[in-house]
Nanobody, 114 residues
Framework: QVQLVESGGGLVQPGGSLRLSCVAS????????MGWYRQAPGKQRELVAI???????TYVDSVKGRFTISRDNAKNTVYLQMNSLKPEDTAVYYC????????WGQGTQVTVSS
C-alpha cells in the first residue's frame, strides 16, 4: 500500500512557474515509476510526465521544454517543475505511483489565469 500526498498547486499568471511535490509513504519508493497526470474540467485525465525507477523521463508533447519531472528517493518525493505556464495547463494535477499496482494522490489544483 502506498499513500501519496501532493502539494504546491495554486493560482499563477500566464508565464509564471509552480513546483508540485508528491510525498510517498508506505512502501519502497525507489522501485516505483512515478507520474504526474492532470484532469481539466470536462476532459479525461491525461498523462503529463513520468519518471521511472531508473530515472528515465517521458513527457506529453504539450509540456516538453516547459515542465521537468524529478525525484528524490532519499525523501520519497517526486517533483514537477512547471515553467512558462499557460491557461490550458489549468487542471487538477494528480500524482501516481505504479509498480504491480497503481496508486493515486488526492490531487492539487493548478489555475493559470490573469
Amino acid at each position: 500500500q502506498v499513500q501519496l500526498v501532493e502539494s504546491g498547486g495554486g493560482l499563477v499568471q500566464p508565464g509564471g512557474s509552480l513546483r508540485l511535490s508528491c510525498v510517498a509513504s508506505g512502501s519502497i519508493f525507489s522501485i516505483y515509476a512515478m507520474g504526474w497526470y492532470r484532469q481539466a474540467p470536462g476532459k479525461q485525465r491525461e498523462l503529463v510526465a513520468i519518471i521511472t525507477s531508473t530515472m528515465t523521463t517521458t513527457y506529453v508533447d504539450s509540456v516538453k521544454g516547459r515542465f521537468t519531472i524529478s525525484r528524490d528517493n532519499a525523501k520519497n518525493t517526486v517533483y514537477l517543475q512547471m515553467n512558462s505556464l499557460k491557461p490550458e495547463d489549468t487542471a487538477v494535477y494528480y500524482c501516481n505511483a505504479a509498480y504491480t499496482m497503481n496508486y493515486w494522490g488526492q490531487g492539487t489544483q493548478v489555475t493559470v489565469s490573469s
